[in-house]
């Protein structure tokens, strides 16, 4: 299977969620699948399509913080983004390398994460609908959305875990409940360097190891590219008319 | 008043409801949480199709039901007793 490769670095909360939507709408005229990978400078907390910004999020403190929000496109919950490499899949829904069925579909590239894992040395688990386990506790979140039949997959690994800036950035039920989330979240969530304290794990060694992983898992054949003008356009725009605004984060 | 709840659906994911009600009936609801609707859009008129629906367990099954298979809606982590039981919870608060 032919993919195009992109590794587009460290990008804001806006830009990120612009190209991935960017890619999405080419992909639905040009049949082109894309594997990107991507991080996030400054930190962001992402929302899920049908979350609440108001209710999920702590906006003055996340100013205070310097760290951005956003609302996806995909469903699911509030994820904090600061030590992670994050990918998405974008690919037509044609039945033979994206599974018509969803949870096939994520458990398929959810191989391509597990395998990545591997090659880094820790064993990892899918567990439907979207999570992968390793030890125990999450390491990696993932979410899809489909538009005329052309998939947007992403989804995070966990580099490292800051618990605490994260609760203190997202909006909890009852204040003091607080403490017992953290600690809930602690034993939950994990992350690569948590299982690799002996290894010197970055950005771009997980990267590479997850580029790897996805190329072997989903027997890929990487085409390695950078994004068109056409898609690079679309983003500017989608970032500026869309992702930055508070008529899409605000929506619900 | 707007009366509020979340809830944690079995085996799924969590929903908050926000509702008004007139006469045991729903005026308006917005309905938000991590769970997963194929495709996305269709949350608002899922909310819209809820107003002046009867807020009791039969009629909010049987609605929900009607609303995912008249629509072909794929739902992760939601479903029509989840929900119900979220709404139910909403007008009790």
């Not at chain 2, 949480?33 to 807020?55: A, T």
Request: some cysteine.
């Amino acid at each position: 299977m032919k993919i195009r490769l992109l590794t587009t670095g460290f990008k804001s909360a806006y830009e990120n969620m612009a190209i991935d939507e960017a890619v999405l709408i080419h992909a639905q005229k040009n049949y082109q699948s894309t594997l990107r990978f991507y991080g996030w400078k400054p930190a962001a907390i992402s929302i899920g399509y049908f979350q609440s910004l108001k209710e999920e999020v702590d906006m003055n403190e996340c100013q205070k913080q310097q760290v951005d929000y956003i609302r996806r496109v995909t469903g699911g919950g509030a994820v904090f983004h600061e030590a992670e490499v994050t990918y998405s899949l974008i690919s037509p829904v044609d039945g033979q390398f994206i599974p018509q069925d969803i949870i096939s579909s994520y458990k398929k590239i959810c191989q391509g994460i597990i395998e990545g894992l591997k090659i880094l040395g820790i064993e990892s688990q899918f567990v439907p609908l979207n999570d992968i386990i390793a030890s125990g506790k999450k390491i990696s979140g993932n979410a899809q959305t489909r538009k005329k039949n052309v998939l947007l997959q992403h989804g995070t690994i966990l580099l490292d875990v800051n618990v605490e800036k994260m609760f203190s950035l997202l909006k909890v039920p009852q204040e003091k409940l607080r403490d017992k989330l953290i600690k809930d979240v602690k034993q939950r969530v994990v992350g690569v360097k948590n299982l690799l304290l002996s290894k010197q794990i970055n950005f771009e060694t997980c990267q590479e190891a997850l580029v790897k992983g996805f190329e072997k898992a989903l027997m890929l054949e990487y085409d390695k590219t950078s994004l068109t003008a056409s898609e690079l356009a679309m983003a500017q725009e989608l970032k500026d008319k869309k992702y930055s605004l508070p008529e899409w984060n605000l929506m619900r | 008043m707007i009366k509020k709840s979340v809830y944690k659906i079995p085996e799924g994911k969590l929903v908050k409801i926000e509702l008004e009600t007139v006469d045991n009936e729903i005026k308006k609801i917005k309905i938000t949480g991590d769970f997963f609707l194929y495709p996305e859009e269709i949350i608002s008129k899922l909310e819209k199709s809820l107003e002046s629906c009867k807020i009791s367990k039969e009629v909010l099954i049987k609605h929900l039901d009607n609303f995912w298979k008249n629509h072909q809606v794929d739902c992760f982590g939601i479903n029509s007793s989840g929900l119900t039981e979220a709404i139910l919870t909403a007008k009790e608060i």
